[in-house]
């Protein structure tokens, strides 16, 4: 699934994911460290390469707030069946601008 990126539906997503981290995950604070160094870098034009180490379920999540904190989108790479679970799901998946990727598949070549 390519991401389909929506300024709208990551805003109207952005007021959801506090209340989805609490009540989900139990992460009731998040501290990013170095924001300023995240977002001159941005400023300037670079791109940026988040890698999480995915220790817990909640970590997109978090990196989508990170991405909310410096005013740029966060696109996340997560695992297709994700995307099959609903229609409702995939839609906003896409839409706030995440792409699957097959596990199980070879790349192209």
Do not use: C, K, Y
Not at 9 to 16: A, D, G, I, M
Not at 25 to 39: P, Y
């Amino acid at each position: 699934m390519p991401p389909r990126f929506s300024r709208f539906w990551t805003w109207l997503v952005s007021f959801r994911l506090p209340a989805m981290l609490r009540n989900r995950f139990g992460v009731t604070e998040v501290e990013f460290l170095g924001l300023e160094r995240l977002a001159d870098s941005l400023a300037e034009g670079h791109g940026i390469l988040v890698a999480p180490n995915h220790s817990h379920p909640a970590d997109p999540f978090i990196a989508a707030g990170l991405g909310l904190r410096v005013g740029r989108p966060v696109h996340l790479m997560a695992t297709r069946h994700i995307f099959e679970e609903s229609a409702l799901q995939r839609f906003l998946l896409t839409r706030v601008g995440n792409f699957s990727v097959s596990r199980e598949g070879t790349d192209f070549r």
